[in-house]
């Protein structure tokens, strides 16, 4: 298991390191990577999300995958009020405190979770987690959005939360996939081979080319700067172990079957999401400390993850 696990995150790491030496060697820059941005938010992750639930891998459980919507929406919830009250309680920098919210809350379920989920589970597993990934892109592109243009309430004129969530960021290609991957997976359709290969091809594109995107913005960031900020840290620490210990025991609680409850903490102990800095970019936030805490914590994730599994004993 350590194994698995340890090879998909090194791969992952590997890959953002391609796009730091890509972009020092000029094979990428900045309009490049603001364009690949659009593509992956746009184009591939939406893409991939409806490949997920397309897919006739045999008998439909509707009863379970039934019960997982609704335990990966409370779920969201729990972790909504968690990422506000861990980040009010460790006073991170005012202008800095939705972000930090941001990451908290969104871990790297779509680009590092479904790798990992189907290399420990196989394909049984894999509805499982496309279901809680549609209710990922559903809280990131509406509580997620409001976090991210959150300032600690400082900012001069700040909006309100209705005027952030409008429809022009409601009525993206990432949430509209995620509703519609919700009504396709009951649907009694059998979708062609061809459709679902041209999602499953595109949709695939994402892992790597967000990795990409990552790797390219860390390599803007003097490499000191990545190092001497203890706010990421300590983040860290919180996100990545401090997390683990307080969801095993909820998802203990209140899901009975031992697959789904393994497959909804891995994807949520994952490292913070590539849409931290995908999003940063877009409205203009601080890209810079999305990118270190990204870089940080998939980093230190190659040793928390299998620790923290087999302390807890989830698989």
């Known amino acids: 298991m350590n194994t698995v696990l340890l090879e998909q995150l090194i791969q992952l790491f590997m890959i953002m390191g391609a796009g730091y030496v890509l972009f020092k060697l000029k094979y990428i820059d900045v309009p490049f990577t603001q364009k690949l941005t659009r593509l992956l938010l746009d184009v591939t992750l939406p893409l991939m999300i409806l490949a997920s639930v397309m897919k006739d891998d045999g008998e439909k459980d509707y009863g379970k995958v039934g019960a997982v919507f609704i335990f990966s929406f409370a779920l969201y919830m ?3 009020v968690l990422s506000i009250v861990t980040v009010k309680l460790l006073h991170f920098p005012s202008k800095q405190q939705g972000i930090y919210m941001f990451m908290c809350m969104f871990s790297n379920t779509g680009f590092m979770g479904y790798p990992v989920i189907n290399a420990l589970f196989g394909s049984e597993a894999m509805i499982y987690a496309a279901v809680v990934n549609v209710f990922f892109n559903i809280f990131v592109f509406t509580v997620g959005i409001v976090m991210i243009n959150y300032d600690g309430g400082k900012q001069k004129g700040s909006s309100s ?8 960021h409601l009525l993206t290609p990432g949430t509209l996939c995620s509703l519609a991957a919700v009504l396709l997976y009951f649907l009694p359709v059998h979708y062609p081979t061809v459709l679902t290969g041209f999602c499953s091809t595109i949709g695939g594109l994402t892992s790597g080319l967000a990795m990409l995107v990552i790797g390219s913005t860390l390599a803007k960031i003097p490499v000191k700067s990545i190092f001497n900020d203890w706010h990421v840290y300590l983040f860290t620490v919180i996100r990545q172990v401090a997390f683990s ?3 095993w025991p909820l998802l203990k609680l209140t899901v009975s079957d031992d697959l789904i409850r393994a497959v909804m903490f891995i994807l949520m102990i994952m490292p ?5 800095v995908l999003l ?26 299998p620790l923290c599994l087999d302390i807890l004993n989830v698989i």
Do not use: P
């Open 78 to 80: 729990f972790m909504t």
């Open 280 to 305: 940063a970019g877009r409205y203009e936030k601080d890209e810079e400390l999305a990118a270190k805490t990204v870089f940080v914590t998939t980093f230190v994730s190659i040793i928390t993850i």
């Open 245 to 247: 210990f307080i969801l």
């Open 161 to 168: 939360v209705t005027s952030l969530i409008d429809l022009k």
């Open 272 to 276: 913070v999401g590539n849409t931290a």
